[in-house]
């Protein structure tokens, strides 16, 4: 266990990011097992949950650009699948299921705009749902969206080494909702002269996967089954400050012990459409 005062080490890095205001956002259909049609859904309830997560990262000094929503895609708030920008180069999403697949190029239309040179795929993946970059390597999942094929495409696009990660639930189908990343800059060496760090839910891997992590991350915070259950996981931050489902509590402790400053935000209506915090940040690195 990292020492007591390892807070005073840890500093944040500005952030910027991408998000998409949940104005249509609504269950119309079932794509994953936190979605059902026969539930209501409270659309200015989300827009005033995900405002509260907005005026969060402004408060943080993060760098916030929106793309605007379109009408008949609700899904579009989850902003983290549209693609995976590095190096100033946005490679485009490829969605699985027919209703998500117009937000591929309204996301690459926005990239574009915004002077990044656009990649489109080759390969079914959806964004940074599945890549995380930790360090100097990149984390990829496959199992029930991205297909393993576009882990390949990834590493010959940014020239970096990505890793291949087998979900095995499908409740936690995109990779950032069994994975945070703790330590986001490239180079980071924490207090304790590692690398940069994540916290995972082991059930949600196979035992390869288990492996790989345990290996490269002997010292990752391991997440209860019920904070993973309201997408605690799903989360993202700056290095110091982590902004985290509210209800993920034995998260919360952890992160304090290690010297992050956990920020709780309720995202309960979003969670009907299987997303939190990491599903509506997509980061932009130039």
Known sequence: MPATNVATVRTPS?????????????????????????????????VRQWEALYATYLDLGFDVHLIDPIDGLPDMVY???????????????SFTYPERQPEGPAYMDWFRENGFDVKVPDNINEGE???????????????FR?????????AELYGRDVITLELVNPSFYH???AIAVLDPQPGYVGPDGSGPNIAYLPS????QGLTVLRERFPNAILVTEEDAAVLGLNSFGDGYNMVIASRATDYERQL???????????LSELLLGGGGVKCCTLELRR
């Not at 749902?129 to 199992?143: E, N, Q, R, S, Y």
């Not at 991205?146 to 495409?153: G, L």
């Not at 949600?204 to 035992?207: C, D, L, S, W």
């Open 79 to 93: 902003a983290a699948n549209g693609g995976f920008v590095l190096d100033n180069i946005a490679y485009g999403a």
């Open 175 to 177: 990779l950032d909702t």
């Open 146 to 154: 991205s297909a393993s094929n576009s882990h390949q495409e990834l």
């Open 256 to 266: 304090r012990e290690r010297g992050y400053n956990p920020i709780g935000v309720d």
């Open 129 to 143: 749902g599945d890549f995380l970059l930790v360090g100097d390597v990149i984390l990829a999942g496959t199992g």
């Open 204 to 207: 949600a891997f196979n035992e």
């Open 14 to 46: 500005k952030r910027t990011i991408l998000m998409c205001r949940p104005e249509f956002f609504t269950v119309v259909y079932r794509i994953n097992p936190w979605m059902d049609p026969q539930l209501p859904t409270d659309t200015a309830l989300a």
